[in-house]
């Protein structure tokens, strides 16, 4: 099994609608999860972290459920500027103070006028 | 906003030779890691380092690969004889210190390609 499996898409939106990636996660010790977002040939950018109890931020919802070894990243209103692979990253274990990121392949979304 | 910069952004050689790639992490950063990928592929760690010393690398990272921070701005990644293999976009990221999984930021990359 994968350590990071995403569905690679791509998902195909018009402007304003809603769209849900999930990502599922092999090891059950894994510690932090995060959101990244990377536009074509750039570098990965943090869109959000990942919480046990969801977080949001102003479009974008994240949650975690630990119990089923998944997380979800929710937006709302898709803007095109949202158009870019969508990164499910997990920090397997703590190592005293760094974070050695594992990352999924991504899920590439593209929205349309 | 701080950042981290990356040079070359695009390197060609040819196989067998070697290559190092350079980076300027964040100034107030301690912790540095490279990663690559691969065309399609997914991004992939390589090494990080704290100290000057590697903390953790990956199986990747063979004896072909090494890291230095030869003073106190530049992190570089060599590649001794690189392969075809090697074709790949490298980043460099740092963060900060913590044990609550600080953000790590990335430069923009490295692009290489082994001819």
């Known amino acids: 099994r994968k350590e990071v499996e995403q569905d690679p898409g791509p998902f195909n939106v018009p402007e304003g609608a809603t769209v849900a990636f999930n990502c599922t996660y092999s090891?059950?010790?894994?510690?932090?999860f995060f959101w990244y977002r990377q536009d074509c040939r750039k570098e990965p950018k943090l869109l959000m972290s990942?919480?046990?109890s969801g977080n949001e931020d102003g479009r974008f919802t994240a949650q975690l459920n630990r119990a089923s070894q998944y997380i979800s990243l929710l937006i709302r209103d898709s803007k095109l500027s949202d158009s870019a692979t969508y990164l499910c990253v997990v920090i397997p274990k703590l190592n005293s103070g760094y974070s050695t990121l594992t990352f999924g392949k991504g899920t590439m979304l593209l929205v349309s006028p | 906003e701080p950042e981290v910069t990356q040079t070359p952004s695009h390197q060609v050689t040819q196989m067998g030779q070697e290559v190092i790639l350079r980076c300027v992490p964040i100034s107030n950063h301690l912790y540095f890691y490279w990663y690559r990928q691969i065309l399609g592929q997914k991004v992939e760690f390589l090494v990080s380092f704290y100290n000057n010393e590697i903390s953790e690398k990956s199986e990747i990272f063979d004896d072909q690969f090494s890291v230095e921070r030869p003073d106190g701005s530049n992190f570089t990644l060599k590649i001794r004889s690189t392969k075809l293999e090697d074709s790949a976009m490298y980043f460099c990221a740092s963060s900060e210190a913590g044990t609550m999984a600080p953000e790590a930021f990335f430069g923009q990359g490295t692009r290489l390609t082994v001819v």
């Open positions: 990942v919480y046990s």
């Open positions: 090891n059950s010790a894994s510690q932090s």
